[in-house]
Structure formats: C-alpha cells, structure tokens
C-alpha cells in the first residue's frame, strides 16, 4: 500500500514563496502520474497541478506561471515550488497518486480528483496580505 506524505507548508506573506514536497513509499511512483490539488474553507478540492510519468506537466489557469511541479522518481519525490504567492492561494494542499497510468497523461485525465487512488494528508498553506 502505497502512503504519501506531503510537508512544506506555513505561513508566508503576499509574494513570497513556499515549496511543498510529497514523499512516496513504494515503487509504483515510477509507474504513476501525480498529482496536487488544494482546498479552502468553505470551497471544492480544486486541482493545482499535475505530472505525466514522462514530466509533462499541466496546471489550473490561477496558478500557471507562479507555480512548477516535478518529480524526482530515484528519491520518489514530488515537489510543489510556488512563487508569487496570493492571499487566494491559501489551503490545504493534498498530493496524490494516479494507478499505473501510460507515459503520457492528458490534462483532463490528470485535472480529475477520481483519476486518483492515493492521497497524502493534507499540509497547510497561509499567505497573508
């Protein structure tokens, strides 16, 4: 089974930065997409971004351009580095993981939460105006 475990998040002001990580155990990271979505009080679990097994990349339309995934598949590792932060931008910030998927992942395939079948717990992310 495998666990994710995302740590990173805090309290930063407006325009600053935060970089969030996902460690995975388990060696069925390599064969999966992934994913960060995130969700404030009162609102949807919206998707952030997400990462094809071959490192194509996709984001939501708010955070593209402020906001880079990747992954590091010999430490099983994802990573969220957010730039520019807004006081918007403020969440929980969930990773997860897709089961074995295709090199390749649309947008479409990667943008919807029940393409997913693994998620970590969750880590905070404050900004402040």
């Known amino acids: 089974q495998v666990q994710l475990v995302e740590s990173g998040g805090g309290l930063v002001q407006a325009g600053g930065s935060l970089r969030l990580s996902c460690a995975a155990s388990g060696r069925t990271f390599r064969e999966s997409a992934m994913g960060w979505f995130r969700q404030a009080p009162g609102k949807e679990r919206e998707f952030v971004a997400g990462?094809?097994?071959?490192?194509?990349?996709y984001y939501s339309d708010s955070v593209k351009g402020r906001f880079t995934i990747f992954r590091d598949n010999a430490e099983y590792t994802m990573s969220l580095q957010m730039n520019s932060l807004k006081p918007e931008d403020s969440a929980v910030y969930y990773c997860?993981?897709?089961?074995?998927?295709?090199?390749?992942?649309?947008?479409?395939?990667?943008?919807?939460?029940?393409?997913?079948?693994?998620w970590g717990q969750g880590t905070q992310v404050t900004v402040s105006s």
């Open positions: 997860a993981k897709t089961p074995r998927t295709a090199f390749q992942a649309s947008f479409a395939y990667l943008s919807r939460q029940n393409s997913y079948d693994t």
């Open positions: 990462i094809s097994r071959n490192g194509d990349t």
